[in-house]
């Protein structure tokens, strides 16, 4: 019998359970800047992941994709300016 690949989804899902564990991991720490952007970069990346795979946009018109992360990247720069800022 053939060894099968796993799908790209499943590769996409794996990824996002290893990044949500380092987030965790990274977050268990006291509150510092370098970390709080480090656990952002990290759910910017999950949620790249997401748009990806799990909506079907790997393969749409760049500016549906552009659109998407537009959005993750204005929600999380709205998320860090609080904490960089102040």
């Known amino acids: ?10 590769i ?3 990824a996002i359970i290893g990044l949500t564990a380092a987030t965790y991991r990274l ?5 510092q800047r370098i970390l709080m952007v480090c656990v952002l970069a990290l759910t910017l ?3 790249q ?5 799990f909506m079907g ?3 749409v018109r760049p500016i549906w994709r552009a659109a998407l992360a537009s959005y993750l990247v204005l929600v999380t720069a709205l998320i860090a ?5 102040s």
């Open 45 to 47: 990346a999950k949620g």
């Open 81 to 85: 300016a609080p904490y960089l800022l």
């Open 57 to 59: 946009l790997r393969r």
């Open 12 to 14: 996409a899902w794996a």
């Open 27 to 31: 977050s268990e720490g006291p509150p």
């Open 49 to 53: 992941l997401v748009v990806d795979y």
């Open 1 to 10: 019998m053939p060894i099968r690949r796993p799908r790209p989804c499943t």
